[in-house]
């Protein structure tokens, strides 16, 4: 499945949160660039889990994307 995930970086926190594609989050969502951005789409779950730890210091996957 091409581009299934997509990430959060949230700058305020310094957090990045893995969603998928296509779920109930509507990636990816408008924010204000000071917030942060999004990141992808990436094929695989491994690829966007990889440029969470390159963008955030705590990694979440979405609870409501990835059951």
Not at 4 to 18: I, K, L, M, Q, Y
Not at 25 to 53: I, N, S, T, Y
Request: one cysteine or more; charged letters at 30%.
């Amino acid at each position: 499945m091409t581009g299934a995930f997509h990430v959060n970086e949230d700058r305020p926190t310094r957090s990045a949160t893995v969603h998928r594609a296509g779920g109930p989050c509507q990636v990816p969502q408008r924010k204000r660039a000071r917030d942060g951005q999004w990141h992808g789409p990436f094929r695989l779950k491994e690829g966007a889990l990889r440029v969470a730890r390159e963008v955030g210091r705590d990694i979440y996957e979405c609870q409501r994307c990835n059951p």
